[in-house]
């Protein structure tokens, strides 16, 4: 079972309330997800100025951290090493913003494999 989340109507989704599973997080910021709903396209990308549902998404992955169940998160953000408690303990009352920096600090320090550039997947 895959992390999903409530995508906003956008262009990207062709002004559609998609549910959606993030299969791939690029350099760029451009994220690939995977369609849960049976709508069409079965794929699509958000670009870095699109809207995604960080918070929510982020919300999700701290609960598999805390539990030590890694097989539904997407592979971007699978720990490759143990995340350090005062990390996890602090996560939820930083905002969006400070949480993605979070993210990248651990991503440049080894916890999470290098993010591919687009069309290198």
Same mark, same amino acid.
């Given at each position: 079972?895959?992390?999903? $989340?409530?995508?906003?109507?956008?262009?990207?989704?062709?002004?559609?309330?998609?549910?959606?599973?993030?299969?791939?997080?690029?350099?760029?910021?451009?994220?690939?997800?995977?369609?849960?709903?049976?709508?069409?396209?079965a794929q699509f990308t958000l670009?870095?100025?699109?809207?995604?549902?960080?918070?929510?998404?982020?919300?999700?992955?701290? $609960?598999?951290?805390?539990?030590?169940?890694?097989?539904?998160?997407?592979?971007?953000?699978?720990?490759?090493?143990?995340?350090?408690?005062?990390v996890i303990d602090g996560f939820?009352?930083?905002? $969006?913003?400070?949480?993605?920096?979070?993210?990248?600090?651990?991503?440049?320090?080894?916890?999470?494999?290098?993010?591919?550039?687009?069309?290198?997947?």
């Open positions: 079972m895959d992390v999903i $989340v409530k995508i906003p109507a956008q262009p990207a989704t062709s002004n559609e309330e998609r549910l959606a599973a993030l299969s791939l997080c690029f350099r760029d910021g451009s994220l690939l997800l995977t369609g849960r709903d049976a709508k069409k396209p670009k870095p100025a699109d809207n995604f549902p960080w918070g929510d998404f982020l919300d999700k992955l701290l $609960v598999a951290w805390q539990l030590g169940d890694y097989s539904d998160i997407p592979l971007a953000f699978r720990p490759q090493k143990r995340i350090p408690q005062f939820p009352n930083e905002s $969006v913003p400070n949480r993605l920096k979070v993210l990248a600090t651990l991503r440049n320090q080894g916890y999470f494999l290098p993010l591919p550039t687009p069309g290198h997947h």
